[in-house]
T-cell receptor
Framework: KAGVTQTPRYLIKTRGQQVTLSCSPI?????VSWYQQTPGQGLQFLFE???????NKGNFPGRFSGRQFSNSRSEMNVSTLELGDSALYLC?????????????????FGPGTRLTVL | GNSVTQMEGPVTLSEEAFLTINCTYT??????LFWYVQYPGEGLQLLLK?????DKGSNKGFEATYRKETTSFHLEKGSVQVSDSAVYFC??????????????FGQGTILTVHP
């Protein structure tokens, strides 16, 4: 079974631009979570989607948004990029068959998209 | 809210040495605990997990026991190899609050193993 895929793997943008990152979860996984990884702040949760609905959101400004499609693929968008948005953005998928909160649901991570803002 | 604290790093060991990476957590309720590993240029891989008190997770020679009384989940390996060099993250999910799809991570510990 194919793992979580993320595209593109690398992006270079300039301040003020916007960017869209894509994530394809493992087949059959319905939950997709997004994280930002930086040397200073570590791994921080952005948001989680299940069945096209955002169920949870981290403490990030409204410039960060996402969506999920009916095939569980997800995108995240960052508008009006700032230098501090340079980071590795990681997507993770989880089976979550019941749609209920199960803390033991494992998350499987993709390789990430490295975003550099100049 | 939930939080995870890992030992200060980096950790440098010689091959075949014993490894311990400390992890403690703060959470209400009954969280699940995980160790993830990240190799250079890659995403995170699940190393092991434990979902209730006194559970022991194990994989590839690594072990960790869920200690509710000390709120800890320390990672251990009896004999490390050069190929174990990576960044290790302790994480928790659940444990009360709004927890859909959210892992809370420690700051990560860089492990370097020399031949």
């Amino acid at each position: 079974k194919a793992g979580v895929t993320q595209t593109p793997r690398y992006l270079i943008k300039t301040r003020g631009q916007q960017v869209t990152l894509s994530c394809s979860p493992i087949s059959g996984h319905r939950s997709v979570s997004w994280y930002q990884q930086t040397p200073g702040q570590g791994l921080q949760f952005l948001f989680e989607y299940f069945s096209e609905t955002q169920r949870n959101k981290g403490n990030f400004p409204g410039r960060f948004s996402g969506r999920q499609f009916s095939n569980s693929r997800s995108e995240m968008n960052v508008s009006t990029l700032e230098l501090g948005d340079s980071a590795l953005y990681l997507c993770a998928s989880s089976l979550d068959p019941s749609g209920k909160v199960r803390s033991y649901n494992e998350q499987f991570f993709g390789p990430g998209t490295r975003l550099t803002v100049l | 809210g939930n939080s995870v604290t890992q030992m200060e790093g980096p950790v440098t060991l010689s091959e075949e040495a014993f490894l311990t990476i400390n992890c403690t957590y703060t959470a209400t309720g009954y969280p699940s605990l995980f160790w993830y590993v990240q190799y250079p240029g890659e995403g995170l891989q699940l190393l092991l997990k434990a979902t209730k008190a006194d559970d022991k997770g194990s994989n590839k020679g690594f072990e960790a026991t869920y200690r509710k009384e000390t709120t800890s989940f320390h990672l251990e390996k009896g004999s490390v190899q050069v190929s174990d060099s990576a960044v290790y993250f302790c994480a928790l999910s659940g444990g009360g609050g709004t927890s859909y799809g959210k892992l809370t991570f420690g700051q990560g510990t860089i492990l370097t193993v020399h031949p």
